[in-house]
């Protein structure tokens, strides 16, 4: 699982370490975060394909997903993106789909994030409806409170693979197995530029919290960080086995 995806730089990150990464770890599946991968805002189809195209499986999203209109009509069906699960009902897109034998979940949090709906009784009933579920099930949980994210985690544990949190671009070392088998993490972090903040320009960020203006914000360049979890699940019984931070970095 890949963290979000910030713009080009965050994009030519995994286009040069996904193929190596998928050969020395012989992955089944990689997930990443790419709703900041259009110019640091949302994602377009396009750059949905050239992550795809590098190696990557299931893209996840968040809060961003809308930011760039014309990927709407791409949610619903090809392209394999998933939004979160629980936005009201009739919100185009899906919040989870089945790859390589593995369902990969996509939810929100609402804690200084928008008014949506709960995202724990959205996964109850998902977990209660689907009828023919993989054992193996992957929770991307893209929220800014980690509390909120540790409650997911536990309410969750032994009934998922793994629960892991995006949304903050900061990664956390809380990397751990549950009691009841499965892997967490409050936030796998970003791939995307070190030297700024949270992926942006460090100059205009600095403008806003000066002066409350909101400065228009880019996406920073210089050296990139690429920030990823490695889980390791039993395939039978869904349990995980282990979970591991990789860092790399690129330019």
Not at 61 to 82: F, M, R, T, V
Request: some cysteine; hydrophobic content about 40%; charged content about 20%.
């Amino acid at each position: 699982m890949i963290g979000d995806i910030i713009g080009r730089p965050g994009r030519q990150a995994v286009k040069e370490l996904v193929p190596d990464l998928r050969k020395q770890y012989g992955l089944n599946l990689v997930i990443a975060n790419a709703e900041n991968a259009a110019g640091g805002f949302g994602l377009t189809s396009n750059t949905a394909e050239e992550l795809i195209d590098a190696g990557v499986d299931v893209l996840t999203s968040g809060n961003h997903i809308w930011a760039q209109q014309e990927i709407i009509p791409h949610l619903d069906e090809g392209i394999p993106i998933i939004r979160p699960l629980n936005y009201p009902s009739g919100v185009p897109g899906r919040g989870y789909l089945v790859n390589n034998q593995a369902m990969v979940v996509n939810l929100i949090g609402r804690t200084f994030m928008d008014d949506v709906d709960c995202p724990f009784r959205a996964m109850d009933q998902l977990l209660a409806e689907i009828k023919h579920k993989p054992p193996v099930i992957i929770v991307d949980f893209h929220a800014e409170a980690t509390s909120e994210k540790i409650a997911m985690g536990r309410y969750l544990n032994g009934r998922v693979s793994a629960v892991l949190g995006t949304h903050t671009h900061v990664g956390t070392t809380d990397t751990q197995i549950l009691s009841k088998g499965t892997a967490y993490v409050s936030d796998v972090g970003m791939a995307g530029p070190a030297d700024s903040v949270i992926g942006m320009e460090t100059g205009a960020v600095i403008q806003r919290f000066l002066t409350g203006i909101p400065y228009r914000l880019s996406v920073a360049k210089g050296k990139t960080m690429f920030n990823a979890v490695l889980v390791r699940v039993d395939k039978d019984s869904g349990r995980a086995i282990s979970i591991d931070r990789i860092y790399e970095e690129v330019g």
